[in-house]
Every structure is written in structure tokens, then in C-alpha cells.
């Protein structure tokens, strides 16, 4: 952590929103037109680096993507709109979350297609870790997505931590 940096201002949630719309090409999709997961995971990635990049205003990087549940397929042709914003920042990380939404090109329905949270960390040009603005929820939405943040940091520890055990476990127990 660069300890040089004095703490920056705080921001609010919508200064961090993004959005971006992808239409579904064939290259983006597999042999039954429905768009890649991988594909999707990359869209999600990107639309979320830009709420974290609008709130850090450095460079940052994916730390950690929780898992993704994929609702419905997105077929060829569709468009894709994903939403973000930052839930929670704490020292150096924040927590984004996005949600999908897929566009039926034809009849104009729009259906919620996924949703994730990934967890981003700023950094300065030589990677290390360094301070981000604190998050101000404003809405009872927002703070409602702030308080759940922690929970979910709590969690991504716990289970980084129950890996580790189980790693060195494995390791102690080899010949
Ligand atoms: C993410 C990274 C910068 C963290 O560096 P580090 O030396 O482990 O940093 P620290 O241990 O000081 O942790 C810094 C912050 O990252 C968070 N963090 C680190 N690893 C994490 C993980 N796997 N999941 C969630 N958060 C993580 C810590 O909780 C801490 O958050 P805080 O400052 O808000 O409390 C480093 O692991 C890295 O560069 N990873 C590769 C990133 C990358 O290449 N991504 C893909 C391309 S963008």
C-alpha cells in the first residue's frame, strides 16, 4: 500500500455508474447461436473495471469475480445491456456489482439475464495497492447494497482463508 497518498475525497454511487450494450455477433456465440459464457464473463469484466475506474480514477485490476449465475441464454442477434456500479469501497478494493439484462431484437422484450459482483483493487503503475475514495451511499437501495458488500468480503475472506487450510493440509500430508 502506498502510504505516501493522503485519503481522497468521498464519492457517491452514481458517479460510478456505467453501462454499456453489446449486440450478439456469431463470433460471440456457440453452435446453437447462444452467446459463450466466457464472452459474457469478459463484458461483465469490462463494464465493471469502468465503475471501478470512475471511482479510484487510477488503474485498477480484477482481484476476484464471485460466482455467476446465468438465468436464461442470450441468443445471436440480442442486445446485451449491463449495468454497474460500486457497492462498497474499503481500503484499496471495491466491490462492483452488475447485472444483465438481453434485448430481443424482434419483439423488444427485456429480460434479466445474470448478475455478479467482482472485486477490484486500484493500483499505481508499479501494481501496488494503493487508497480509493470512501463510497457515500445516498438511497435506501444503495445502502442496502453497501451493507451487503461487507457481509460479502466477509465471506470472500473466510473462504480464502478455508482454501489456504485446506491447501497446506494436502501438503503436510504428502510423503
Ligand atoms: C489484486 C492485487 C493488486 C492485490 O495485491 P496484494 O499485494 O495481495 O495486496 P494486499 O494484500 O495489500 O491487498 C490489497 C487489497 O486487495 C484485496 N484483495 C487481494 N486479493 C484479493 C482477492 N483474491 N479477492 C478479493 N480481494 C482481494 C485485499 O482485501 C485488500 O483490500 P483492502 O485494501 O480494501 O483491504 C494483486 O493480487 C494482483 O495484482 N493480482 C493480479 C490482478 C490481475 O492481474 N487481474 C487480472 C487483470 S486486471
Redesign the pocket.
Given at each position: 500500500?502506498n502510504e505516501r497518498q493522503t485519503h481522497p475525497a468521498t464519492r457517491t454511487v452514481v458517479s460510478t455508474q456505467s453501462e454499456t450494450t453489446e449486440i450478439i455477433l456469431p463470433n460471440d456465440t456457440n453452435m446453437l447461436g447462444y452467446l459463450l459464457g466466457g464472452r459474457l464473463m469478459h463484458f461483465i469484466d469490462l463494464t465493471a473495471a469502468m465503475a471501478a475506474y470512475r471511482h479510484a480514477r487510477t488503474h485498477v485490476?480484477?482481484?476476484?469475480m464471485d460466482h455467476i449465475d446465468f438465468i436464461r441464454p442470450v441468443r445471436l442477434g440480442d442486445l446485451v445491456i449491463l449495468k454497474s456500479s460500486v457497492n462498497r469501497a474499503?481500503?484499496?478494493?471495491m466491490e462492483v456489482g452488475v447485472k444483465v439484462w438481453a434485448e430481443d431484437m424482434r419483439s423488444g422484450v427485456v429480460e434479466h439475464v445474470a448478475s455478479a459482483y467482482l472485486?477490484f483493487?486500484a493500483?499505481d503503475e508499479q501494481?501496488h495497492?494503493r487508497r480509493v475514495p470512501q463510497l457515500m451511499p445516498e438511497t435506501a437501495d444503495e445502502q442496502r447494497r453497501y451493507e451487503d458488500a461487507l457481509r460479502r468480503r466477509e465471506h470472500?475472506?473466510s473462504e480464502?482463508a478455508r482454501r489456504k487450510e485446506a491447501k497446506q493440509a494436502v501438503a503436510q500430508a504428502r510423503p
Amino acid at each position: 500500500m502506498n502510504e505516501r497518498q493522503t485519503h481522497p475525497a468521498t464519492r457517491t454511487v452514481v458517479s460510478t455508474q456505467s453501462e454499456t450494450t453489446e449486440i450478439i455477433l456469431p463470433n460471440d456465440t456457440n453452435m446453437l447461436g447462444y452467446l459463450l459464457g466466457g464472452r459474457l464473463m469478459h463484458f461483465i469484466d469490462l463494464t465493471a473495471a469502468m465503475a471501478a475506474y470512475r471511482h479510484a480514477r487510477t488503474h485498477v485490476v480484477t482481484a476476484a469475480m464471485d460466482h455467476i449465475d446465468f438465468i436464461r441464454p442470450v441468443r445471436l442477434g440480442d442486445l446485451v445491456i449491463l449495468k454497474s456500479s460500486v457497492n462498497r469501497a474499503f481500503t484499496s478494493s471495491m466491490e462492483v456489482g452488475v447485472k444483465v439484462w438481453a434485448e430481443d431484437m424482434r419483439s423488444g422484450v427485456v429480460e434479466h439475464v445474470a448478475s455478479a459482483y467482482l472485486v477490484f483493487v486500484a493500483v499505481d503503475e508499479q501494481g501496488h495497492a494503493r487508497r480509493v475514495p470512501q463510497l457515500m451511499p445516498e438511497t435506501a437501495d444503495e445502502q442496502r447494497r453497501y451493507e451487503d458488500a461487507l457481509r460479502r468480503r466477509e465471506h470472500r475472506e473466510s473462504e480464502s482463508a478455508r482454501r489456504k487450510e485446506a491447501k497446506q493440509a494436502v501438503a503436510q500430508a504428502r510423503p
